[in-house]
């Protein structure tokens, strides 16, 4: 069993930074890719970026530039930065892994969200 643990969220003004951070934890051989997602009120969730294990890294049209996602192999940790916030980046951001088990599976794991709130 695979548990991923986010935290960094909070309040915001518009124009500031966050620093998401999300451990991974459990019984597993190996973390493949990671990512962030998220999703705000009435909407569906929609991915913010992913890191592959050799760390190359994909990003949203809409975070592009204002964001950072970084890992740690030996931590097994994914971190997400974000500058610049806007209005709009305010949601619950959520952590995946996908992960090669001890029971020679892959699976995909969650982490239960975190909350981002950007005020004007």
């Known amino acids: 069993q695979v548990q991923l643990v986010e935290s960094g969220g909070g309040l915001v003004q518009a124009g500031g930074s966050l620093r998401l951070s999300c451990a991974a934890s459990?019984?597993?051989?190996?973390?493949?890719?990671m990512g962030w997602y998220r999703q705000a009120p009435g909407k569906q969730r929609e991915l913010v970026a992913t890191?592959?294990?050799?760390?190359?890294?994909n990003y949203a049209d809409y975070v592009k530039g204002r964001s950072t996602i970084s890992r740690d192999n030996a931590k097994n940790t994914v971190y997400l930065q974000m500058n610049s916030l806007k209005l709009e980046d305010t949601a619950v951001y959520y952590c995946?892994?996908?992960?090669?088990?001890?029971?020679?599976?892959?699976?995909?794991?969650w982490g239960q969200g975190t909350q981002v709130t950007v005020s004007s």
């Open positions: 995946t892994a996908n992960v090669y088990t001890i029971a020679r599976n892959v699976v995909d794991s």
């Open positions: 459990g019984n597993f051989f190996s973390i493949n890719h």
């Open positions: 890191i592959t294990s050799g760390g190359s890294t």
